[in-house]
């Protein structure tokens, strides 16, 4: 004998059989607009297994009747705009760098890619801000190592900094002022005493006098007799809150006695003159730019 179907008593229909918690799924036939829909559904696929590319082979796939290819239309789409670039990008390739900045057309032209090139190749040390990191300065202030104006962003850009790729690359270091025993430990101590009262943050006033003397022996060449900094030299400014690798006096002390200096690529070697000048404007706008 076969049990029975359950019957639901309250509608008459059939169930399925199925049972959770003592509720039981009623055997309702799908609704007919769904079934249409899913033969629809499964017609339209097949037609676009037919029109679209879709089955892979060996070493290709099938083309499809219309032979679409989505990276042929991003390289159509790729080649269109650079068709609709090219007339900028040869004004900015003959113009100067104050003529980009003083014709609004290429300058907003100019901005805009440099702002792009600027999100894939430096903002990985500067910050997608340009806020820049300990090592990497700050490009949106007014404080540049190797100067601010057009001309000298162009050229850090270009050469980059103490780098082997270009025989313009910014190249002078700090010497090691304990490491190269030029300066004992204490001295080198008494030295970031005197620093911290250049930008006036509290110290030993006995110490700072003697790190003063020390300070015009060794650094005032480079650094200038205020702390005001070189930009020929890219030494920085000593006299206020801005600082490449800490303020505080271990950090201060860390710089004086073992050196710091960082590295930036030759970006001329990798990216065209075009995509440079795009880039030096840019940096140059961010609010620092002299």
Not at 104 to 123: M, T
Not at 161 to 166: G, I
Not at 221 to 226: E, F, N
Request: include cysteine; hydrophobic fraction near 40%; charge should be negative.
């Amino acid at each position: 004998m076969t049990e029975q179907p359950h019957v639901d008593e309250f509608t008459g229909v059939q169930t399925t059989g199925h049972e959770w918690d003592g509720i039981r799924e009623l055997d309702n036939p799908l609704p007919r607009w769904w079934q249409w829909i899913l033969w629809a559904t499964v017609v339209w696929s097949v037609g676009y297994w037919f029109v679209y590319p879709a089955w892979p082979l060996i070493s290709s796939h099938t083309k499809g009747f219309i032979g679409y290819s989505s990276r042929g239309e991003l390289r159509d789409d790729v080649a269109a705009a650079k068709a609709r670039q090219a007339g900028h990008l040869a004004k900015l390739a003959k113009a100067s760098l104050e003529q980009i900045r003083t014709d609004p057309e290429l300058l907003e032209f100019a901005l805009a890619g440099g702002r792009s090139a600027y999100n894939v190749n430096c903002s990985q040390c500067h910050g997608s801000g340009a806020q820049g990191f300990a090592g990497y300065p700050n490009l949106n202030d007014d404080e540049w190592l190797w100067g601010g104006r057009l001309e000298d962003i162009h050229q850090t850009i270009m050469h980059g900094v103490r780098n082997e790729d270009s025989e313009d690359a910014r190249v002078f270091a700090m010497p090691a002022f304990l490491k190269d025993e030029i300066l004992d430990a204490n001295q080198v101590e008494e030295v970031a005493t005197y620093v911290l009262h250049l930008s006036k943050q509290q110290g030993d006033s006995a110490a700072s006098a003697r790190g003063k003397a020390l300070f015009l022996e060794h650094c005032v060449a480079c650094h200038g007799d205020r702390g005001q900094g070189n930009a020929e030299f890219g030494a920085p400014s000593l006299n206020n809150d801005i600082w490449l690798y800490g303020g505080e006096k271990a950090e201060i002390v860390a710089t004086i006695a073992n050196s710091r200096g960082g590295v930036m690529p030759a970006w001329g070697r990798i990216l065209d003159a075009v995509t440079i000048k795009k880039l030096a404007i840019y940096v140059h706008s961010l609010g620092g730019g002299s």
